[in-house]
């Protein structure tokens, strides 16, 4: 009974918050900005209606806190032309294979935007 309930416990424990990065690398020769995606509570990073601007060529390292296990898909689209777009795209509704991680506590993802 006690290993029942203590299976149980660890079963619906909430997830804890964990710290990672994403790196950005821009290999483009237009700046582009880009939002980061969870798949699983609908969180949008930066949020609030704003978005990470990396200039052309340029790299970026963006720090975010998620849920440890969350899948976090990037969309990216050249800045001023969102037609123009890379990822999971601006309104999130793009497919892609290769665009998702997990979030893991104390990791970097890297992003590549390719010309």
Known sequence: MIRALLAALLLTSPAFAADMSVFVRN???DGVALELF????????????KVYLI????????????DNGER????A???GDDQVSA???PDND??????????????????????
């Open 27 to 29: 290999k483009r020769s």
């Open 38 to 49: 969870s798949r699983d509570s609908g969180k949008v990073w930066p949020g609030d209606g």
């Open 55 to 66: 200039r052309p060529k340029a790299r970026k390292s963006v720090p975010i806190s998620c």
């Open 72 to 75: 976090i898909c990037w969309g």
């Open 77 to 79: 689209w050249v800045v």
């Open 87 to 89: 990822g999971v795209g």
């Open 94 to 115: 793009q497919p892609c294979d290769t665009c998702c991680f997990i979030c893991t506590e104390h990791s970097t993802e890297t992003v590549d935007l390719a010309e």
